[in-house]
């Protein structure tokens, strides 16, 4: 596989910055873009190449920010135009590149074109950019199709003249018809307006979403009962046994979409990027979004959706590189991100689960392709309790009555900076943030872990140094040595990875130890612990 130098994803450490919850310049609580500017020393400090930054476009927040309202400006929650430009020409100072999020599946409600929509005549021209369609039933008065929102409840809400539209999220966020040509032109548009502002990829968010099936016909729900949510689901391991029907997702129209975006990159420079969030069904699914003349990547969430073992971690490896390796793609890596619990919290919290987090996390570094990491994750951070009353994750708030999962608000607090108590230097002054933030995150704060030598923070920034000396080096090939139930070992280029997911110490291999995740008491490497060798 040939990497162009251009290319300079092909190996990178993309950083996800959620915008809310970053650092706050104004001390209004929320974060906002001149905070992460002012922050951008830290990642450049931190070895990473490039960030992800959230929606930060106009909009009313149902969704933060995954519901936009107008797509070529700021909200004035995060700054200007002028702030993001500001970012921009910053990171690149720093030799930083910085890739934006966009929201193609669905607007806001509050979009001019949905406004206009909701004022004009079912038929009308202003309705078919989204998905308007009669009801069933006597009066139309059940949803056309019997598809759920990703969020939860029907996916088709009735306006006051009787018809109902799509969307699966939030009733807030109208699904486009990108069966209409004026939606593909504004999305360029778009894109062109974001490039000729220097931003250097896109992340495309619901990328397997934008196509229906024409007929919008009613899901067949499977004998195991279940719908498939088509997104944050855990039925999307590697190995799917059993496809469920999806009628909503991953139709073969996406495609085009995509090539015509590629096109459009190109024309830009060869050195810009997109990368698709696309919880499809399979490794070959994800796999076509990311053709040489379609996006440049996809996030790979078949780690996230493992536990922690030797032999999980070895499918997951295998089968990502048997699934992008033919295409040509450069697979992606992601433990954690604004949608999911925090992986030490997964991998069972504590010592514990933060050892392991460690050890996944430079399992995944030493892997050909990229890494995608999230805020917070580089100092240990674990899932917060976010207290009923103050949840927002509109995931949670459309399901609350009867469940047991809190929605994704614990992942999404704002990150503790300094100081020993909220807000942690999060925001100016003693402005308290949006989400509180723990009490006890006084030691996990970056004052406080830098310079401190097994610190989480100081263990990322020395595992991305070390990255650092092979990954653009040490080629695509890993080779997994032994079947070891309990222990993996494999070895790419000049670098043996060994992880030890057992429970007993297991002897360290011959080499010199050039990264740990923890300690290596008495020459041996310990149960939840992984090494680098060469
Ligand atoms: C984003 C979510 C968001 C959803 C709807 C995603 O996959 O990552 O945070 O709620 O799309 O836009
Ligand atoms: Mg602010």
């Avoid at 206009?116 to 199709?145: H, M, Q, T, V």
């Avoid at 307006?193 to 729900?221: M, N, P, Y």
């Avoid at 995150?441 to 923070?457: D, F, H, M, R």
């Amino acid at each position: 596989m040939t990497s162009s130098p251009d290319h300079w994803w092909r190996d990178a450490v993309i950083y996800q910055v959620y915008v809310r919850s970053f650092a706050d310049s104004d001390g209004d609580g929320v974060g906002d873009l001149p905070g992460i500017t002012s922050r951008l020393p830290y990642l450049r400090d931190l070895g990473v190449d490039a960030l992800w930054v959230t929606p930060f476009y106009t909009s009313p927040q149902k969704d933060h920010g995954y519901d936009v309202a107008d797509y070529q400006d700021v909200d004035p929650l995060f700054g200007s135009l002028a702030d993001a430009d500001a970012l921009l020409a910053r990171a690149h100072e720093l030799g930083l590149r910085v890739i934006v999020d966009l929201v193609p599946n669905h607007t806001s409600d509050e979009h001019v074109w949905f406004r206009a929509a909701l004022a004009s005549a079912p038929g009308s021209p202003e309705r078919a950019r989204y998905l308007f369609r009669e009801g069933r039933g006597k009066d139309g008065s059940e949803p056309p199709n019997n598809w759920e929102s990703v969020f939860g409840g029907a996916a088709w809400t009735r306006v006051p003249d009787g018809e109902w539209y799509l969307h699966l999220f939030d009733s807030t966020q109208p699904d486009l018809d990108w069966r209409n040509p004026e939606v593909g032109d504004m999305f360029e548009g778009v894109l062109r307006f974001w490039l000729a502002r220097g931003a250097d990829g896109f992340r495309v968010d619901v990328a397997h979403g934008l196509f229906k099936e024409e007929s919008l016909r009613d899901q067949v729900i499977t004998a195991s009962g279940k719908a498939s949510s088509g997104h944050v689901n855990p039925d999307h391991s590697m190995v799917k046994r059993e496809l469920s029907d999806e009628p909503m997702w991953d139709q073969p129209e996406v495609h085009d979409v995509y090539r015509r975006w590629h096109k459009v990159l190109d024309e830009v420079g060869a050195d810009r990027m997109a990368v698709a969030e696309a919880w499809t069904q399979t490794p070959e699914s994800m796999a076509a979004f990311v053709r040489p003349d379609e996006l440049d990547q996809a996030f790979n969430f078949s780690w996230l959706l493992t536990g922690w073992s030797a032999d999980g971690f070895r499918e997951v490896i295998t089968g990502t590189l048997a699934a992008v390796g033919p295409v040509g793609a450069s697979p992606t890596w992601v433990l954690s991100n604004h949608d999911v619990v925090r992986h030490a919290t997964r991998y069972g919290g504590g010592p514990q689960g933060l050892a392991r987090a460690r050890a996944a996390t430079l399992t995944m570094l030493a892997l050909p392709g990229s890494s995608y990491l999230y805020q917070g994750e580089e100092l240990g951070l674990e899932q917060a309790d976010v207290a009923h009353e103050l949840r927002q994750d509109p995931a949670w708030l459309r399901r609350r009555e009867g469940i047991d999962d809190p929605g994704r608000d614990g992942c999404r607090v704002p990150i503790p900076w300094s100081g020993t108590q909220p807000p942690f230097g999060f925001g100016p002054g003693k402005g308290q943030p949006w989400i509180p933030q723990p009490a006890d995150w006084a030691a996990l704060t970056v004052e406080a872990q830098t310079g401190v030598e097994c610190s989480t923070l100081e263990f990322y920034r020395a595992a991305l140094a070390a990255r650092r000396t092979f990954a653009g080096t040490a080629g695509d090939e890993v080779e997994i040595i032994g079947e070891d139930h309990d222990v993996l070992t494999f070895r790419r280029g000049p670098v043996t990875v060994v992880v030890n997911c057992g429970t007993a110490p297991v002897q360290l291999p011959a080499g010199e130890v050039f990264a740990a995740s923890g300690e290596l008491p008495g020459g041996v490497l310990p149960p939840d612990t992984a090494i680098w060798l060469r």
